[in-house]
Nanobody, 128 residues
Framework: QVQLVESGGGLVQAGGSLRLSCAASGRIFSRHGMGWFRQAPGKEQEFVAAISWSGGSTYYADSVKGRFTISRDNAQNTVFLQMNSLKPEDTAVYYC?????????????????????WGQGTQVTVSS
């Protein structure tokens, strides 16, 4: 059974930083790309970032490009999301998810339908 556990969320002032982590188990982590998504109250789930199994390909939503960085540590079965220059509109529950395909080399253009397992989410609140 695949388990994804997010951590690192919290309350931060606008302009601040947070680093989210997602620890994975139950699947050969190093073979699968990973993604981060978010959902704000009253809004649909939104793609944030994705990273390929090797870390060689990354993909970002325009709204976070240049501020957020996705990375992974395959030895620790963990994917990270470094969030800098946070804005109130970044407030949401953040979820990590696994790519259903093994060995996908390029994640540019990946969609939510390509992800099959999801974590429970971690709340990020950015105050103005």
């Amino acid at each position: 059974q695949v388990q994804l556990v997010e951590s690192g969320g919290g309350l931060v002032q606008a302009g601040g930083s947070l680093r989210l982590s997602c620890a994975a188990s139950g699947r050969i982590f190093s073979r699968h790309g990973m993604g981060w998504f978010r959902q704000a109250p009253g809004k649909e789930q939104e793609f944030v970032a994705a990273i390929s199994w090797s870390g060689g390909s990354t993909y970002y939503a325009d709204s976070v490009k240049g501020r957020f960085t996705i990375s992974r540590d395959n030895a620790q079965n963990t994917v990270f999301l470094q969030m800098n220059s946070l804005k109130p509109e970044d407030t949401a529950v953040y979820y990590c998810a696994t790519d259903r395909i093994e060995w996908r080399a390029v994640v540019v253009g990946i969609s939510i339908d390509d992800f099959d397992y999801w974590g429970q989410g971690t709340q990020v609140t950015v105050s103005s």
